[in-house]
């Protein structure tokens, strides 16, 4: 079992910015890639960013390449999220999640094992 839990979010202005942690704990060893994901109210669990633990490869939705920044410490077994340029279409519960398989496809929720409960970011225009 891996338990993640998520931090870091908040109200912020339009073009400001927050950073996200997400902390796992338990079987971290096992631990493939991480990513992050957000929900909004009424949409589909979408896909934000991914993070691959042995070389650290990243992955970005289009929305957000260029304004967000995925990263990770194996040390403290922690993934971070640095969001910049914040628009209020970004607005939405982000989730953290694992995959302890290592699949080749990293921007399905399928791809992963393992959820944290999430932390809700508001962009105000």
């Known amino acids: 079992q891996v338990q993640l839990v998520e931090s870091g979010g908040g109200l912020v202005q339009a073009g400001g910015s927050l950073r996200l942690s997400c902390a796992a704990s338990?079987?971290?060893?096992?631990?493939?890639?991480m990513g992050w994901f957000r929900q909004a109210p009424g949409k589909e669990r979408e896909f934000v960013a991914a993070?691959?633990?042995?070389?650290?490869?990243?992955y970005y939705a289009d929305s957000v390449k260029g304004r967000f920044t995925i990263s990770r410490d194996n040390t403290k077994n922690t993934v971070y999220l640095q969001m910049n340029s914040l628009k209020p279409e970004d607005t939405g519960v982000y989730h953290c999640?694992?995959?302890?398989?290592?699949?080749?496809?990293?921007?399905?929720?399928?791809?992963?094992?393992?959820w944290g409960q999430g932390t809700q970011v508001t962009v105000s225009s």
């Open positions: 999640a694992a995959d302890v398989i290592g699949r080749w496809i990293l921007s399905t929720p399928s791809a992963y094992d393992y």
């Open positions: 338990g079987r971290t060893f096992s631990i493939r890639a």
């Open positions: 993070i691959t633990w042995s070389n650290s490869n990243t």
